[in-house]
């Protein structure tokens, strides 16, 4: 059986299309954009938004929040990533964070599985990382230009094509999580 | 027949009992923190929280959502004050506008009134002004100290006692709009 992916985003879809035929799980794509619900708590978000979805569409599925999470300004943009991008932008997060020696960051993905109204599971996934002096990079979207995993080589997620990315991202780690306890807790998947 | 104000921020609750004395309507206060949706529309904000917690009540009652629009920042903080505030705060705000030369700016404050389940108003109020070049003023809470109301006299909100700023602000025009909307339609309030 095939899970569907909601997201109104479709670089989304690609990268977690890409990440999950690893672990050998296929997947549809339903695009739509969802309530989210403001919270701290991307687990919680993420929750929110399956739980809206699924009398639709009453089939297994899978919705994701992604949120960038910077020490030297108290966490924020967090979960508010996406507005905070459309806004302020990559430049408006550097100009915040001049002046300011710690540029450490995680990038942190949450996912809720659901397989019926009442059976639901979330899962976490997160790189640590820095965030660059400048934009650098032309590949991925959103934050990528500004946000250099620590487990790579000085290169941003930009600087990386999605392969690669795919290798290290927070998002990767969160289907990760996500494919391993469906293994173990349902095979049928 | 009082209504019930719903928020968990008391300063919200001191400028909304003043603000209504003047319309001879009383209100009581229930203080808890609301689920809020993730939205650019303050409206649709305080409607979810308003919905969500009727049924616990029952009885009529009001949210408000208040959100600060910067032109230059495309709108930002926008619905997300709040969070922008708790982290990066007025200071943050200052130094994302540092050369701008535009620093308009639009305070908004939506209200959602219920007086059942099915049986919804929303208003809306707002206050044009501009961002102080530094953080003036000690009373209020939040962006006061950074907001000059337009139709003031280059005081930021914060320099303004209570019931001064109460005759500007975008939480006033927004709570006269339901003020009078009720005496018209709904005069047994």
Redesign the interface.
Known sequence: MKFIFVSSNIHKFQEVQEILGDFNLEITFHQQEL??????SLEE?ALFSAKYIYPQLQRPLFVEDTGLFIHA??????P?AS??Y???GNS?IL??L?GKNNRTAIFKTAIALTFSETDFKTFLGETQGTIAQIEKGKQGWGYDPIFIPLEGDQRTYAEMDLHEKNQLSHRRKCLKNMAEWLQKNKPIF
Chains 1, 2 share one sequence.
């Not at 309530?35 to 701290?40: F, G, I």
């Not at 300004?73 to 967090?78: A, E, R, V």
Request: net charge negative; no cysteine; glycine share 14%.
């Open positions: 309530p989210e619900l403001q919270s701290e978000i300004l108290n966490g924020f943009p967090g508010y507005y905070v459309k806004t302020i408006g100009h915040l001049e």
